[in-house]
């Protein structure tokens, strides 16, 4: 077994956040880390579907120093069928916000807030209006955080329709 360093704690000049492409080593070995966690959370069943590379807009990776810590991403939905039924569709300019993750030991630091604030930023720049994400009943933390950042609740969307252990939000950017 070994000891995992615990992170001191970040002031804002150790904090970057970077954008980055979907496939560079950081964000896919935090992605990883992620899915073992949800996979033990919600009991071996891995609740994220995969995600076509293609339609993400923006990925970051949030660095402490030179060690990455977390990662967020988001991707285009504008158009799309969001499964509600009777040809429902994402409106345009809308993002879904994909694996928001801050390894275990950097959590309580603000990173996640920050990567979400950054990708907020991000998606304006691209000319989203709006955010729609899901997350889990597992991942209270999580809840917690998209609703004190101004997330609201929304009806499920796509994949997570009708699903009891999963959760979605929206927010106008």
């Known amino acids: 077994m070994t000891a995992t360093a615990t992170l001191p704690a970040a002031r804002p000049d150790d904090l970057t956040v970077e954008v980055v492409e979907w496939d560079d080593p950081a964000a896919a070995g935090l992605r990883a880390a992620q899915e073992a966690e949800m996979s033990v959370r919600y009991g071996g069943v891995d609740p994220a579907p995969a995600i076509d590379p293609r339609s993400i807009v923006v990925t970051l990776v949030a660095r402490v120093g030179e060690r990455a810590v977390g990662t967020a991403a988001v991707r285009d939905v504008s158009g799309t069928d969001d499964r509600r039924g009777q040809g429902a569709m994402h409106p345009a300019a809308t993002g879904e916000v994909k694996r928001v993750f801050v390894d275990a030991d950097a959590r309580g630091h603000g990173i996640a807030r920050r990567l979400m604030a950054e990708l907020e930023r991000a998606a304006r720049q691209v000319g989203f209006r709006r955010f729609v994400l899901e997350t889990g009943t597992a991942q209270p933390e999580a809840m917690c955080l998209y609703e004190a950042i101004g997330y609201e609740p929304i ?19």
Do not use: A, I, T
């Open 155 to 173: 009806d499920s969307f796509g994949d997570h329709v009708g699903s009891e252990q999963q959760r979605c939000y929206g927010k106008r950017l």
